[in-house]
Every structure is written in C-alpha cells, then in structure tokens.
C-alpha cells in the first residue's frame, strides 16, 4: 500500500488547480517567422543542416497537406486552429548543439531540475526510491530542438544508437530514408502530413540485432515558448530479436492561449523483437474555466513487421485540453503481438478521444487492449478503437477490456469500439463497463477514517491499477500521484 | 482378490473391450502420448493414476476422438475394431462415453432437450428405432431420482449455472441414459466434496455390468476407495509404467509419484 | 473543399431526385404535406445518399451499393399469392402491397376497439401524428421517405385496451419497385399491444423498400414488436422505426434479418418518462453475398429507464453481418440501467461481421455496460456433442440455435418466439442441404 499512501499524501500537499509544471523558463529564442509556408518548411530543412532528400520530403507532404481538411470524426470541439498563426519552429539560442552536458545552457538545465528530469548521468529520477541503480537515458527536447542526450556514449557501445531525429538525419541517413515515414505514410492524417513537413525535432532510436537495450530510454518533451507548435517526430527501430523499453513524458507552462502539439511516433519491429513503449503526457491542461492547455494532437503507430514480434503501448493521459491520439499496432509478422494499455483521466474542462487501432493481417496475431478512462468536472472522455482481422489473420485473438468511471454528473464517458473481422477463426471478445464510485465503496472507506478525498483516490487507484502495473517501475509511482493531482477537486 | 481373479480371467484371453497398442500422440511439435500400451477386458473397471502432466486427460481426449491430437503411431482397438480414424460422434455411438472433468456450459440448450437429442442420434447410428417420448421421459427420471438430479436442473441450459457436483452428477446422468460399453471418467472426482463425490460412486458403481469397462483417470486415490478398481495402472509422461492391483494405489498414496517421474525421464 | 455544395452524383441519386420531381404533385396529402416533403427532399439532397463516412451508415455505404433505382409501382393495385410465413401464429393481418394499405386484403379480427387508417387518408387530413417522430431524426433515408411516402397504416389502440390478439403488418413486395411507406402505431397508456411486422417480396426482383414506422407508447403501456424481413434474395430493404415509450411503460422488440440482398433496419428508442423499460433484440441469419446491417439506438432522455440490447448474428457463405448499437444516457438521466451485447458466429471462411457497440454517458450514477464477441462455432462444445454422439451437422444445428434462441426468446412472447425460432430452425436446414 505504500503507493497508495503517496497518493494520499500527495492529494493532501497539492493545492486545488495547481499545475505545477506551469512555469515559464526565460531564455532567448531563436524563432521562424510566423506562419507556414514553403519558405518556413525550407527555413527549418536549413535550419538542421538537412540533406536534400529530406527537405524534398517535407514539401512534398507540404503540398500534400494544403489538400487535406481537419479531422471532424473525433469527439472534440474546439475554435477553428489558425494555421498561419502559429511559430513552427523556435529553438533557445544558446543551444547550436551541444557536445556535451557542460555546454548545455544552465537556465536549461535549470529547467529540467525543476521539472525532476535527470540531466547528469550519475542522477538518477527525481524521489524515486529504489532505483538507485537503474539508470535511464533522457533526451531533452526544448520546444524545437534536442538540447542533450545522455549516456548516449554508453549506449553506442552496446550498438545502440539513442539521439535526436536531427543528428539522425544527419549521421545515419540510410536507416532514417529506409523508415521513416514507413509505417505512419505522409498522407496519413492531417496531423501526420502536417508534422511531416514541419516536425523539428524527436528522438532516434536503433537498436541492433540481438540487442537487449541496457537501459531505459526516455525523451523529455517541453514546450516552453509562446503561441508556438510542437511537432516532433520519433522513430524507433528493433531490428531482429532486439528489446527496448522507452519512455516519454511531457510537460508545458501554463499559458492563456492554446498550443498545437502534433507529434509522430513510428516503431518498427522486426522478427522476434519487442518494443515498449511508455508515455506520461501531462501538457498543460488549462484552468479551471477551460482557458489555455494544449491540443495534443497525436499520431503513434507501431508496425510488428516481423514474426514473432512484440509491440505494447502503455500511456498515463492526464494533460492537454484535448487529446487526439490513438496509437496503434499493425500485426503484421505471424504470432506477432500488440498490446494497449491506457489511463485516461478528464477534469475541469478537459476533452479526450483516445483509444487504439489493433489491425491483425498475420496468423496467429495476439493483442490485448485495456483501458481505463476517468472522467471527472466537465470534461468529456471517448475511448474509440478498432480490432479488426483481415481474410488472412486466421487464429486471431483479441481480448479487449474498457471501463469507465463517472466522478460528478456533469461530465460524459463515452465508448466507441469498432470490431471487423474478416476470419472465421478470428475470435474477438470486448467487455466494457461505465460506473460511477459505488456509494457503499466509499462509504467503507469514509467508516474506516479516510476522507471523500482520500477514498476517492483509494479506489481509482485500484481502478487503474491493472494498467499501471504495466508502466516501468520508475515512473509507476510518478504516474499514480498524477491521476491524483488531475483528480483534485474533483469530489465535491 | 477380485483383482487378482479378473487379471487372471484377462489373461486367459477374454475378450478385450480396449485394447492400445504403441500410441503416440502429439499437440503441435510436443509429444505427450509416447507409446502407451494398455489392455482393458470386457467388464473389467481400471484405473489410470499418474502425476499431473503424464498425459492422462490426453489419453482420455485421444480416446474420444478430440480433433488437434495427432495420432502418431499405434493404434485403438475397441470391440475389435481399430478407431484411429473413427470420428467422435461414431465412437460416441459405438459406446465410449468420456465423463469430462470440465463439463462445458453450452447456453441455449436445454438438459432435456439435449439428453434426447444424444440418445436418439445414438440409437439412429446403430440403426435403432427413436425412442417415444413417454419412454424417454420415464428413463431420464428413473436415472436422474437415482442420481438426485431434480426436475428444475433437467429444465436449465445444460450445465449453466450448474455447481461443481451437480455438473458431475449430470455427467453420470448422461452416462446411465447413454448405456456406453466403454465409460471413460476422467478426474471425476475434482471438484467434489465428500458427500457429493458419494453420491456420483455410487451412481458410478451402479453402472458396473459384465458387459461394461470402465476407465477411472484420477490423480488421487480416494476416488478408487469408492470406486475399486480391478486393475491400476500408473502412467508417467506418456507411458503406462506400471500395473497392479488396487494395492498399487495405497501404495501411491504412501510414497507419491517422485520415483515414477524421475524414472520416466531416465 | 467541405463547403461546396454537394451534386447529386451518383445514377441512383439522380433517379431518386427524377422521381421526386414527376411524382410530386399527386403524392398524397395536403397543402402542409406537399411543404414537409419538399423541405424533407432538399434534406436528403444536401446529404446524397449515406455512404462510408456517414458515420451511422460507415458499413452500409448506398453510395456504392445502391446502383440504380426501380421504378414506383404501377397504379392498378397488384394480386399476391397469399404468404405462408409463421404458419401457427394466430394473428390479425394488416396487408400493405407496394406501399399501399390493402383493406381488402386485411384481416381486423379480434382487434375491436383499435381504429385501423389508411395512411393516405391521414395525410390528407394533415394528421400530426406523421412525422413526429421521424421528423427528429437525422438521416438522409428517413428524409427521402417523409418526401415520398405514398401509404401505410395507423393503428390507434385507446387507453386501457388489452388487445390480446397479434397484429400482423404484412409488408408484400410485388416486383422490382420502389416502395415507401410509412406506419404510424400508437399506444393509449395503460394498453398493450403485440405486434409482427414482415417484409416479404418475390425472389429475382431487385425491388427497394424504405419503409418509416413511428410509434408513440404511452404511460404504462406493454407493447411486444417482432420484426421479420424475409424479402426476395435481390431486394434491397431499407427500414426505420422510431418509438417513444412512456413512463414505467414496457417495450420489447425483435428485429429478425434473413432476407434481402442488401438490408438496413435501424430502430431509435426515446425514453419520454420514467421507470420505462426496453428490451431490444436482434437476430441476423445471412448466407450467399448477403449484407445484413441492425441498428439498435436507445435514448435515456430521463432518469432511471433500464434498457437491454442483445443481438446475434450467424454468417454463412460470403455474407457481411453489421451491429451498430448505442446507449446514450443524457445529462440528468441518473439511475438508468443499460446493457448491451453483441455476438457473431461466422460459419465460413469468407463471411464477415463488424460491430461498433457504442456506449455515451452524460451522468453519472448509472450502470452501463456491453460487450461483445465473434468468433467460429466454439470447438470445446462442439467436441462435447460430438462425444455424446450427435452427428456434427446436428451438433453445429444446435449450437447455432441455441445461439440464436438466446434473442429471440428474449422477446418474451411465446407465440411469436415459437413462430420466430421455427423461422431460424427453417434457414438452418436449408443451409445444410445447400452446403
């Protein structure tokens, strides 16, 4: 019970509404021009040194996307996003790509000390106990740009290259023109066009055959300046029976005025190689009146290209004024394997439409999906996902599980799975539930002492529980005090 | 000392209601039957102990005609007949009945309508006249007062909501209806309390004839304190490794498996 | 892009607006009438015909599977061969050929105190009963029949009537035409009412039905419905029930598919009071190229209604099975107690099932749940029978009617579930002598 109790505890420290990775860092940018045209596409191509090919890719989804419209399917509603009121590209100005942590600006490094993202190797997370000797490798991407990765030394000699997508562009064209783009395609969706054309920055991830990645590898997302999008673009390859374990998380300030994330994340996993693949997004979810936060427009897709391979999402959702993102598993290799497992946690004024995409076209393909969305305030919480089995994924299995909370009656819970399948010998099975606390739970927890507060994250971590178990140790903890953060004020 | 008689009379060439011979089988890439040779007489009840994973239930399913075996090598001689290759439903209707250690739920069908449509598909395979439904109906009672098996359990979808017992009790229900030649219980007594496991021995026990051969699959031996044996054999992976009297069981029942897996593997 | 208006593009949209426009001035109805359907036309024009991203159609897409549209049926009235569908169910039978009521044709036996109207007759009356319901509800389909409905019936059962006998509203099918009716069915509070509805049609004829019933159930009320579409093999059948359904009243409904080429029978369900309950159930038979599609919609407008979905659906040959169900539970709607669950069985390699199980809840002491499966026959129970003897054939029959009983019993009427279960038992045996 001694995560329970941090919770607890947490929920008792935090003030009502307190985001607390709200604050801005004063630091000089180097900002693009506003707006988007075939010039600032060039402006951020040039920007990173990039090769030719690469910028001809970019306008190429440029034009594409000037021919796309807006996504309207979601569950979502918001002002109509001005495109040519944006920055979309803004890096601080005393990074020209360090070499070293030494040259990382100290109002940086700052920064991520505050927000509990080790920068020095010999640090280790932020009040984690018990994780003195598991050490995890952090990129840090600043609004536009990777500001450092570290153990990046360490990691190349175990053949496993961690750096930004910019330096992989860069150093390692080959394997970047041979994937990118290869699983979410430049067409895709509006979002992934867009973010082809404009992404600046992200994380680059190979890990060779054979290879069990040493250590976990995680990116730290931060967006810092104003009115300015973030795109970044993250590409993971396992080659041949390699593992890594990968971690994500994402925090901005808190400011008056929406900020457009579109992100792409690609993973590919060749024969018997497994990915995992963990987020904590936590964007600015704006105030209590619904004003700022971020819309975390995101697509994530994962192909399992080879036999035997092995794909799992697992995502804490509990930022962002709205979240678009489903990320996906492709099931490709025969026995191949995806797996889906989200915490969705809504309150103030805050829109989720979330879920994930299995799609079996291999023999034997297994995935599992769990979902657990928590809705509290006024916010609106969808759980949309699709399994489906093409003609020749015979002995197809899916189990999916989705379950809804309700705290208070004025938010919504909504569940929108689609099923397809095309095999007889597919079997499908899709179980979901939506439920408010049951009074007499919490009556026996305010009769043993606890207050409404108290018990209320008693049982939602309980709730979640299957889900978090999921996340690697270290940020396990971390996530828990989340939901109860974004939970605050909930009970009445 | 009927043990002893009966392995006598066996030996003296009765005729064998079972008879196996060499049987291999395989799931997949995995062999759990590796030549299993086993005689069964006419009338003659035997039982089959062995640790878990010997390949007991397998032999039991191999028997029946469970799809997803693959009969390697050997063969099944039932009633002088070889059944390798015989269907499920035909061996059903030759007379081997499997009690499952699992019964399956199977919602939408009710017991009773169940029960007639097994007798009667049975009675239609070996050329037989339908029974009346007054004449079914009088049978099904008869069998299930013995049984305890009420009226209100006949009417619910078959084993739906039924508990542990009253599934078992329903297994040996179908078995008295369906009059087998050869009755195959596997791990019957799972599940079981003391007096539930009373109630289906001695419905079991009713059942024993001179022209009917039982095969009692068990890990434990206190089922074949209410069911006694004539014969006992151990089966260690995928061998029958050795035969005895009912002594062997108590014998079991002291010393544990541990020499029977480790002499397996050597 | 999005803002350009939409050209009627495809031949059958181009056939339906010809249509329109030549039987306009002698559509029945009066002056008020002739405003609704020409407002209801431009609807259906603004929006085509749904297709793939029409998210309530996304598996039904007309745009496609719609090629061309037959013409309206002839003036003179059609003789039919007399259906010998549900032989053993006692009824009153509610004759409607082409979208025409055929009072001739009818039996209103045991159906004293309940007014039977043409439906004609009510539209020149200016009725406001047409159209209070669908008029609600979103879809380009519904438009098109409020624009062009010729006929039908409306069955008014006063307050308080027990009517014990079944009422059948006989949907006959003569050839390969367009049809569009509309029935009206309303129930006094306190009353009850047990209702069959049945589509049927000659073989071979590539006909199109767009049939609207509105039902209006008031306080109290218990009313049983069984839907059977058994239209010919070429037909396209299109159907939509709307019903509201009045405090502590009780509501169970059957939707039975196993005719047609391309089907789509969608029902909506509002609850208009408290304590309602509803019960709908659906049941998909389908083999060949067939596409089946049910639409099961529930609307807890108001606290503490209590519905229940269970649908089955059995895939033969290359036939598409399609279940879209939603539970909406409004703001406010507390205590509602929603279930729904779907189950495919696929009995080949090339049938295919898709479902999309929807569940949006706006409060929040509720208990909603669903879920759903697909698969083959299972092999465990299946091995089970086998091992008792049944041959396999008649092992798969019974493991598919049980599967299939499990909806239609759900109905909980007797009579009509025997005369509904006689129905599958029928395609059942006809599937095994056609394999």
Same mark, same amino acid.
């Given at each position: 019970?001694?995560?329970?109790?941090?919770?607890?505890?947490?929920?008792?420290?935090?003030?009502?509404?307190?985001?607390?990775?709200?604050?801005?860092?004063?630091?000089?940018?180097?900002?693009?021009?506003?707006?988007?045209?075939?010039?600032?596409?060039?402006?951020?191509?040039?920007?990173?040194?990039?090769?030719?090919?690469?910028?001809?890719?970019?306008?190429?989804?440029?034009?594409?996307?000037?021919?796309?419209?807006?996504?309207?399917?979601?569950?979502?509603?918001?002002?109509?996003?001005?495109?040519?009121?944006?920055?979309?590209?803004?890096?601080?100005?005393?990074?020209?790509?360090?070499?070293?942590?030494?040259?990382?600006?100290?109002?940086?490094?700052?920064?991520?000390?505050?927000?509990?993202?080790?920068?020095?190797?010999?640090?280790?997370?932020?009040?984690?106990?018990?994780?003195?000797?598991?050490?995890?490798?952090?990129?840090?991407?600043?609004?536009?740009?990777?500001?450092?990765?570290?153990?990046?030394?360490?990691?190349?000699?175990?053949?496993?290259?961690?750096?930004?997508?910019?330096?992989?562009?860069?150093?390692?064209?080959?394997?970047?023109?041979?994937?990118?783009?290869?699983?979410?395609?430049?067409?895709?969706?509006?979002?992934?066009?867009?973010?082809?054309?404009?992404?600046?920055?992200?994380?680059?991830?190979?890990?060779?055959?054979?290879?069990?990645?040493?250590?976990?590898?995680?990116?730290?997302?931060?967006?810092?300046?104003?009115?300015?999008?973030?795109?970044?673009?993250?590409?993971?390859?396992?080659?041949?029976?390699?593992?890594?374990?990968?971690?994500?998380?994402?925090?901005?300030?808190?400011?008056?005025?929406?900020?457009?994330?579109?992100?792409?994340?690609?993973?590919?996993?060749?024969?018997?190689?497994?990915?995992?693949?963990?987020?904590?997004?936590?964007?600015?979810?704006?105030?209590?009146?619904?004003?700022?936060?971020?819309?975390?427009?995101?697509?994530?897709?994962?192909?399992?290209?080879?036999?035997?391979?092995?794909?799992?999402?697992?995502?804490?959702?509990?930022?962002?004024? +709205?979240?678009?993102?489903?990320?996906?598993?492709?099931?490709?290799?025969?026995?191949?394997?995806?797996?889906?497992?989200? +915490?969705?946690?809504?309150?103030?004024?805050?829109?989720?439409?979330?879920?994930?995409?299995?799609?079996?076209?291999?023999?034997?393909?297994?995935?599992? +999906?769990?979902?657990?969305?928590?809705?509290?305030?006024?916010?609106?919480?969808?759980?949309?996902?699709?399994?489906?089995?093409?003609?020749?994924?015979?002995?197809?299995?899916?189990?999916?599980?989705?379950?809804?909370?309700?705290?208070?009656?004025?938010?919504?819970?909504?569940?929108?799975?689609?099923?397809?399948?095309?095999?007889?010998?597919?079997?499908?099975?899709?179980?979901?539930?939506?439920?408010?606390?049951?009074?007499?739970?919490?009556?026996?927890?305010?009769?043993?002492?606890?207050?409404?507060?108290?018990?209320?994250?008693?049982?939602?971590?309980?709730?979640?529980?299957?889900?978090?178990?999921?996340?690697?140790?270290?940020?396990?903890?971390?996530?828990?005090?989340? +939901?109860?953060?974004?939970?605050?004020?909930?009970?009445? | 000392?009927?043990?002893?008689?009966?392995?006598?009379?066996?030996?003296?060439?009765?005729?064998?209601?079972?008879?196996?011979?060499?049987?291999?089988?395989?799931?997949?890439?995995?062999?759990?039957?590796?030549?299993?040779?086993?005689?069964?007489?006419?009338?003659?009840?035997? &039982?089959?102990?062995?640790?878990?994973?010997?390949?007991?239930?397998?032999?039991?399913?191999?028997?029946?005609?469970?799809?997803?075996?693959?009969?390697?090598?050997?063969?099944?001689?039932?009633?002088?007949?070889?059944?390798?290759?015989? #269907?499920?439903?035909?061996?059903?209707?030759?007379?081997?009945?499997?009690?499952?250690?699992?019964?399956?739920?199977?919602?939408?069908?009710?017991?009773?309508?169940?029960?007639? &449509?097994?007798?009667?598909?049975?009675?239609?395979?070996?050329?037989? &006249?339908?029974?009346?439904?007054?004449?079914?109906?009088?049978?099904?009672?008869?069998?299930?007062?013995?049984?305890?098996?009420?009226?209100?359990?006949?009417?619910? #979808?078959?084993?739906?909501?039924?508990?542990?017992?009253?599934?078992?009790?329903?297994?040996?229900?179908?078995?008295?209806?369906?009059?087998?030649?050869?009755?195959?219980?596997?791990?019957?007594?799972?599940?079981?309390?003391?007096?539930?496991?009373?109630?289906?021995?001695?419905?079991?026990?009713?059942?024993?004839? #001179?022209?009917?051969?039982?095969?009692?699959?068990?890990?434990?031996?206190?089922?074949?304190?209410?069911?006694? #044996?004539?014969?006992?054999?151990?089966?260690?992976?995928?061998?029958?490794?050795?035969?005895?009297?009912?002594?062997?069981?108590?014998?079991?029942?002291?010393?544990?498996?541990?020499?029977?897996?480790?002499?397996?593997?050597? | 892009?999005?803002?350009?208006?939409?050209?009627?593009?495809?031949?059958?949209?181009?056939?339906?607006?010809?249509?329109?426009?030549?039987?306009?001035?002698?559509?029945?109805?009066?002056?008020?009438?002739?405003?609704?359907?020409?407002?209801?036309?431009?609807?259906?024009?603004?929006?085509?015909?749904?297709?793939?991203?029409?998210?309530?159609?996304?598996?039904?897409?007309?745009?496609?599977?719609?090629?061309?549209?037959?013409?309206?049926?002839?003036?003179?009235?059609?003789?039919?061969?007399?259906?010998?569908?549900?032989?053993?169910?006692?009824?009153?039978?509610?004759?409607?050929?082409?979208?025409?009521?055929?009072?001739?044709?009818?039996?209103?036996?045991?159906?004293?105190?309940?007014?039977?109207?043409?439906?004609?007759?009510?539209?020149?009356?200016?009725?406001?009963?047409? *159209?209070?319901?669908?008029?609600?509800?979103?879809?380009?389909?519904?438009?098109?029949?409020?624009?062009?409905?010729?006929?039908?019936?409306?069955?008014?059962?006063?307050?308080?009537?027990?009517?014990?006998?079944?009422?059948?509203?006989?949907?006959?099918?003569?050839?390969?035409?367009?049809?569009?009716?509309?029935?009206?069915?309303?129930?006094?509070?306190?009353?009850?009412?047990?209702?069959?509805?049945?589509?049927?049609?000659?073989?071979?004829?590539?006909?199109?039905?767009?049939?609207?019933?509105?039902?209006?159930? *008031?306080?109290?009320?218990?009313?049983?419905?069984?839907?059977?579409?058994?239209?010919?093999?070429?037909?396209?059948?299109?159907?939509?029930?709307?019903?509201?359904?009045?405090?502590?009243?009780?509501?169970?409904?059957?939707?039975?598919?196993?005719?047609?080429?391309?089907?789509?029978?969608?029902?909506?369900?509002?609850?208009?009071?408290?304590?309602?309950?509803?019960?709908?159930?659906?049941?998909?038979?389908?083999?060949?190229?067939?596409?089946?599609?049910?639409?099961?919609?529930?609307?807890?407008?108001?606290?503490?209604?209590?519905?229940?979905?269970?649908?089955?659906?059995?895939?033969?040959?290359?036939?598409?099975?399609?279940?879209?169900?939603?539970?909406?539970?409004?703001?406010?709607?507390?205590?509602?107690?929603?279930?729904?669950?779907?189950?495919?069985? !696929?009995?080949?390699?090339?049938?295919?099932?898709?479902?999309?199980?929807?569940?949006?809840?706006?409060?929040?002491?509720?208990?909603?749940?669903?879920?759903?499966?697909?698969?083959?026959?299972?092999?465990?129970?299946?091995?089970?029978? !086998?091992?008792?003897?049944?041959?396999?054939?008649?092992?798969?029959?019974?493991?598919?009617?049980?599967?299939?009983?499990?909806?239609?019993?759900?109905?909980?009427?007797?009579?009509?579930?025997?005369?509904?279960?006689?129905?599958?038992?029928?395609?059942?045996?006809?599937?095994?002598?056609?394999?």
């Amino acid at each position: 019970m001694p995560a329970v109790q941090e919770t607890v505890d947490q929920v008792r420290r935090i003030d009502v509404d307190q985001y607390k990775y709200g604050f801005v860092t004063d630091i000089e940018s180097d900002r693009a021009p506003k707006g988007l045209s075939e010039d600032i596409v060039r402006y951020i191509s040039a920007k990173k040194n990039e090769p030719e090919w690469m910028l001809e890719w970019r306008l190429e989804a440029y034009r594409r996307w000037l021919t796309m419209t807006e996504p309207t399917w979601a569950r979502v509603h918001y002002p109509k996003i001005d495109f040519d009121d944006l920055y979309y590209y803004s890096a601080p100005k005393s990074t020209k790509g360090p070499k070293s942590l030494d040259e990382v600006d100290p109002e940086l490094l700052a920064t991520y000390e505050k927000l509990g993202i080790p920068l020095r190797e010999r640090e280790i997370l932020a009040g984690v106990e018990g994780a003195s000797d598991r050490r995890v490798a952090v990129d840090a991407v600043f609004d536009s740009v990777s500001v450092v990765t570290t153990f990046k030394e360490e990691l190349k000699k175990a053949g496993v290259i961690f750096c930004a997508i910019s330096e992989a562009i860069r150093e390692y064209p080959d394997l970047v023109r041979k994937y990118l783009g290869s699983v979410v395609p430049t067409s895709d969706n509006f979002y992934a066009t867009l973010n082809s054309a404009v992404f600046s920055d992200g994380s680059f991830v190979y890990v060779p055959e054979g290879v069990r990645c040493p250590m976990e590898l995680s990116t730290y997302f931060r967006i810092n300046e104003r009115n300015t999008g973030q795109f970044e673009r993250t590409l993971i390859i396992a080659e041949k029976g390699a593992y890594v374990s990968y971690l994500e998380g994402c925090t901005a300030p808190m400011r008056d005025e929406n900020q457009l994330h579109a992100a792409v994340v690609e993973l590919v996993a060749l024969d018997d190689a497994e990915i995992k693949y963990s987020t904590v997004q936590n964007w600015y979810p704006g105030d209590k009146d619904g004003k700022g936060g971020i819309y975390n427009f995101v697509t994530k897709r994962g192909d399992c290209r080879g036999a035997r391979s092995k794909i799992s999402w697992t995502q804490v959702e509990t930022g962002s004024a +709205i979240t678009w993102k489903y990320p996906s598993c492709i099931l490709r290799g025969d026995e191949s394997q995806g797996e889906f497992y989200s +915490i969705a946690v809504s309150n103030g004024y805050q829109q989720v439409d979330s879920g994930t995409k299995m799609i079996h076209l291999g023999k034997n393909t297994r995935s599992r +999906i769990i979902s657990k969305g928590i809705a509290a305030g006024r916010s609106d919480n969808t759980y949309r996902g699709l399994v489906s089995a093409h003609r020749k994924a015979s002995g197809a299995r899916n189990f999916t599980n989705c379950d809804s909370l309700l705290i208070g009656d004025q938010c919504g819970a909504h569940t929108v799975p689609y099923i397809e399948s095309k095999n007889a010998s597919a079997v499908f099975e899709h179980e979901a539930t939506t439920s408010k606390i049951a009074d007499d739970q919490l009556f026996y927890c305010l009769q043993r002492g606890l207050t409404s507060e108290e018990a209320v994250a008693l049982i939602v971590n309980g709730f979640v529980k299957d889900v978090i178990q999921q996340l690697p140790m270290e940020f396990a903890v971390e996530a828990q005090k989340l +939901i109860s953060i974004s939970l605050e004020g909930s009970v009445g | 000392m009927t043990a002893v008689r009966s392995v006598a009379a066996g030996m003296n060439g009765q005729i064998k209601m079972l008879s196996i011979k060499n049987l291999h089988a395989s799931v997949g890439d995995r062999e759990i039957l590796r030549g299993v040779n086993l005689e069964v007489p006419t009338g003659q009840v035997h &039982a089959i102990m062995g640790p878990n994973g010997s390949g007991k239930s397998t032999l039991s399913y191999v028997l029946a005609g469970r799809d997803g075996y693959d009969i390697t090598d050997g063969s099944i001689v039932f009633g002088g007949e070889e059944i390798v290759e015989t #269907p499920a439903e035909e061996r059903a209707a030759k007379g081997i009945f499997l009690a499952f250690q699992y019964p399956l739920e199977i919602p939408g069908v009710a017991t009773m309508t169940f029960l007639k &449509a097994a007798m009667n598909a049975q009675r239609k395979a070996r050329g037989e &006249a339908e029974l009346t439904t007054p004449d079914f109906m009088r049978r099904v009672k008869v069998a299930a007062e013995k049984l305890n098996v009420t009226q209100e359990m006949l009417r619910r #979808p078959l084993n739906v909501g039924f508990s542990g017992g009253e599934k078992k009790r329903n297994e040996i229900l179908q078995m008295a209806l369906l009059e087998p030649k050869l009755a195959i219980l596997d791990e019957t007594d799972s599940g079981l309390d003391i007096d539930a496991l009373k109630t289906v021995s001695d419905g079991v026990n009713a059942l024993r004839a #001179p022209n009917r051969s039982m095969l009692v699959i068990t890990h434990y031996q206190r089922l074949l304190d209410h069911i006694v #044996p004539d014969v006992v054999h151990v089966m260690a992976a995928g061998r029958i490794v050795r035969s005895g009297g009912p002594e062997l069981a108590l014998e079991l029942e002291a010393n544990g498996y541990a020499d029977y897996v480790g002499a397996a593997a050597a | 892009m999005n803002a350009e208006p939409r050209i009627l593009n495809t031949p059958a949209e181009v056939t339906l607006a010809e249509a329109f426009s030549a039987s306009r001035g002698h559509l029945p109805g009066d002056a008020a009438v002739a405003a609704a359907r020409a407002v209801a036309f431009d609807a259906f024009q603004k929006k085509g015909l749904p297709h793939r991203r029409t998210e309530a159609w996304r598996y039904t897409d007309l745009r496609v599977l719609l090629r061309s549209v037959p013409p309206a049926p002839p003036a003179a009235p059609a003789s039919i061969a007399s259906a010998a569908l549900l032989p053993g169910l006692d009824r009153a039978r509610l004759v409607i050929v082409d979208g025409a009521y055929r009072p001739e044709l009818s039996d209103l036996s045991g159906l004293d105190g309940v007014e039977v109207t043409s439906l004609a007759t009510l539209l020149d009356q200016g009725d406001e009963r047409v *159209g209070a319901l669908a008029g609600r509800l979103d879809d380009a389909m519904v438009a098109l029949n409020t624009a062009m409905m010729t006929g039908g019936v409306a069955i008014r059962v006063p307050a308080g009537l027990d009517v014990t006998r079944a009422v059948e509203i006989a949907h006959v099918t003569s050839g390969a035409y367009s049809v569009f009716a509309r029935n009206l069915i309303s129930v006094g509070a306190g009353a009850s009412l047990r209702v069959v509805e049945s589509f049927t049609g000659p073989d071979a004829a590539a006909s199109v039905a767009n049939i609207v019933t509105e039902a209006v159930i *008031g306080d109290r009320a218990k009313v049983t419905w069984a839907k059977l579409q058994a239209e010919g093999n070429a037909a396209v059948h299109l159907s939509t029930t709307a019903v509201s359904i009045g405090g502590e009243s009780q509501f169970d409904h059957l939707t039975l598919m196993t005719g047609a080429s391309i089907s789509r029978s969608q029902s909506f369900v509002t609850y208009g009071g408290e304590f309602a309950r509803a019960g709908l159930f659906g049941a998909t038979m389908i083999g060949g190229k067939q596409h089946a599609d049910i639409m099961l919609g529930v609307d807890h407008a108001v606290p503490n209604g209590a519905s229940r979905e269970l649908f089955k659906a059995v895939m033969d040959g290359k036939a598409d099975g399609i279940f879209q169900g939603r539970i909406v539970v409004r703001p406010g709607a507390q205590k509602v107690d929603g279930k729904m669950m779907t189950q495919g069985l !696929l009995l080949s390699e090339d049938a295919s099932f898709s479902v999309k199980p929807e569940l949006e809840i706006f409060a929040d002491d509720v208990q909603c749940a669903h879920g759903a499966t697909s698969g083959e026959i299972d092999e465990d129970m299946l091995f089970y029978l !086998l091992s008792r003897g049944l041959p396999r054939a008649e092992a798969e029959t019974l493991l598919v009617t049980a599967f299939l009983a499990e909806a239609i019993e759900g109905l909980g009427d007797e009579a009509i579930g025997e005369a509904f279960e006689q129905v599958a038992r029928d395609w059942l045996a006809d599937r095994k002598t056609l394999s």
